[in-house]
C-alpha cells in the first residue's frame, strides 16, 4: 500500500532540529534527525526565551521539563558603564506574561536540548551523521552522507546552522557577513560572586557602553550566571562555539568599567569566544522537497536575544504546515511555510544588526536619546515577543496526539 503521509529527513539536531522533529511525530508523521556530532553534549551557553518561544515550547509538550531550569527574571536592567547607575528598568515577573501571555525566561541552551530531546524519544537522531549533499528526486530528495552512506525522504529540512551543508548543496555557496565584533560567553558559578550583592535578585543585566556591551543573566534555576560580552574584534574571524578566548585580554577590553561587570569577568576563568557573523536574507528557503529553517535559513547576530526563538516559531509553524499535508502536497506546505516565516526573520536579522550600534553609543546626546528609546521598550518589542507563529497559519491544522 502506497505511503499517503510524508517521510520527513531533518538535517542537524540543535534546537530547531528536534524541535521540529517533534512537531512532527506529534502529528503522526515520520522522522528521522541526522546530526553530525558524536553527541549532543554541547558547551553551556545560555539564552533568553521570550513569550513567543515559550508558546512554540508549550505546543511541543516541552514546558514542564525545562520549569526546573528555567529562570524567570524579576526586571531588565539597563545600566551606565562606568558608574553602575539604572538608566530604564523594566518589571518582567507578572508584568511581562500578564501583556504577552507567557513569561520570559533565561536558560543554559544545552538545558534546552536535552529537554527536546527527552520529548522526541530515542531511536529518532542518528548521530555522526554529516550530511554533504542533497539531490532532488521527482518524488523526494537523496540524502548523501561524509561515511558514503545515503538515504530517501519525502521532504528534507535543513537545520544545519549557519554554515548549513543543505543550503550550500540546493541554493550554491554563499559567504557570511562578519560584524566586526567578537562575542565572549561563558556560565560563571553563583558561588564564586557571593561578593557582589545585586545578583541576590534574578535579574536581566544589560550594561551599555562605548564601543561594546555586556549582558548577563541567572541560569540553572540560579546557580550560574550567564554572561555576553561584545567588544570591537576586527581582526578575530574564527566562527566557533569551541574556541576559548584569552580571560585577560577579555578582562581588559573592559578596563575602566563598573566592579560588577569587571568582577564578574574576573571570576570567568575560560571563557568562550567567536566571531560574530550573520548573513544577508536568504531570498528563497524551499525549492522543490527541501527547506530551510532557524539558522541555516536566517543566520542573525544575537542582539535581539532571538535565534533560538525565531527557530521555534519556525519549527511549530513548519511542523503543523507538514502536519495536514499528505506526501503529494509537501512542496505547497514548504511555500507556505517560507511565505508565512520570511518576512518576519527578514526584520529580525535587520533589527540585530542595528541594535548592537545602539547598545555601544559613548556618552553623549545620542545616548540620551537611546535611553528615551528604552523607557518604551515593551511597545516597541511587541510584535516580536507578543507574537503567535501558530495564530498566523491560515485554517484549522492538524491536532497534536
Known amino acids: 500500500m502506497a505511503r499517503t503521509r510524508p517521510l520527513v529527513a531533518v538535517v542537524g539536531g540543535g534546537i530547531g532540529g528536534l524541535a521540529v522533529a517533534i512537531g512532527l511525530r506529534r502529528r503522526g508523521i515520520e522522522v528521522v534527525v541526522h546530526e553530525q556530532a558524536r553527541d549532543l553534549a554541547h558547551q553551556g551557553a545560555g539564552i533568553a526565551i521570550g513569550a513567543n518561544g515559550h508558546r512554540a515550547l508549550r505546543d511541543l509538550g516541552v514546558v514542564a521539563r525545562l520549569t526546573g531550569a528555567a529562570v524567570e527574571p524579576v526586571r531588565a536592567d539597563f ?35 536535552q529537554a527536546l530531546l527527552a520529548e522526541l524519544g530515542a531511536g529518532r537522531v542518528r548521530l555522526g551523521a554529516r550530511c554533504t549533499e542533497v539531490a532532488q528526486t521527482g518524488a523526494g530528495a537523496v540524502l548523501r552522507f561524509a561515511d558514503g552512506t545515503e538515504t530517501e525522504a519525502d521532504a528534507v529540512i535543513g537545520a544545519d546552522g549557519i554554515h548549513s551543508a543543505v543550503r550550500h548543496s540546493v541554493f550554491g555557496p554563499d559567504d557570511a557577513v562578519f560584524s566586526g565584533t567578537s562575542g565572549y560567553r561563558a556560565l560563571v558559578p553563583m558561588d564564586r560572586l557571593g561578593h557582589l550583592p545585586e545578583l541576590a535578585e534574578r535579574v536581566l543585566w544589560l550594561w551599555l557602553g562605548p564601543g561594546r556591551h555586556f549582558i548577563a543573566y541567572p541560569v540553572a534555576d540560579g546557580a550560574a550566571l550567564n554572561f555576553l560580552a561584545v567588544v570591537p574584534d576586527a581582526g578575530w574571524t574564527v566562527e ?38 550573520d548573513r544577508e536574507p536568504q531570498r528563497v528557503w524551499s525549492a522543490g522537497r527541501v527547506t530551510l529553517l532557524g539558522d541555516a535559513a536566517h543566520a542573525m547576530l544575537p542582539h535581539h536575544g532571538q535565534g533560538a526563538n525565531q527557530s521555534l516559531e519556525d519549527a511549530v ?12 502536497e509537501v ?20 533589527g540585530s544588526r542595528t541594535n548592537a550600534s545602539c547598545f555601544q553609543l ?13 523607557a518604551r521598550l515593551p511597545d516597541d518589542l511587541a510584535w516580536i515577543h507578543g507574537h503567535d507563529a501558530l495564530g498566523a497559519l491560515p485554517g484549522p491544522t492538524a491536532p497534536a496526539v
Not at 545600566?79 to 501583556?99: D, I
Not at 511555500?335 to 516565516?341: A, I
Open 317 to 328: 509553524v513548519l511542523a503543523h504546515l507538514l502536519g495536514d499535508a499528505d506526501v503529494h
Open 240 to 277: 566557533s562555539w569551541s574556541t576559548e578566548g584569552d580571560g585577560a585580554e577579555l578582562l581588559a577590553a573592559f578596563d575602566g568599567w563598573h566592579p560588577f561587570v569587571t568582577e564578574i569577568l574576573a571570576a570567568c576563568q575560560r571563557p568562550g569566544r567567536w566571531a560574530l557573523y
Open 331 to 350: 512542496d505547497a506546505a514548504l511555500r507556505t511555510y517560507e511565505r508565512l516565516r520570511r518576512p518576519r526573520t527578514r526584520r529580525l536579522q535587520a
Open 79 to 113: 545600566r551606565h558603564w562606568r558608574t553602575g547607575a539604572s538608566m530604564v528598568t523594566h518589571t518582567l515577573t507578572g508584568m511581562y506574561e500578564e501583556r504577552f501571555g507567557a513569561p520570559f525566561w533565561t536558560v543554559e541552551r544545552a538545558a534546552v536540548q
Open 362 to 374: 559613548p556618552d553623549g546626546p545620542e545616548a540620551e536619546a537611546r535611553n528615551v528609546r528604552l
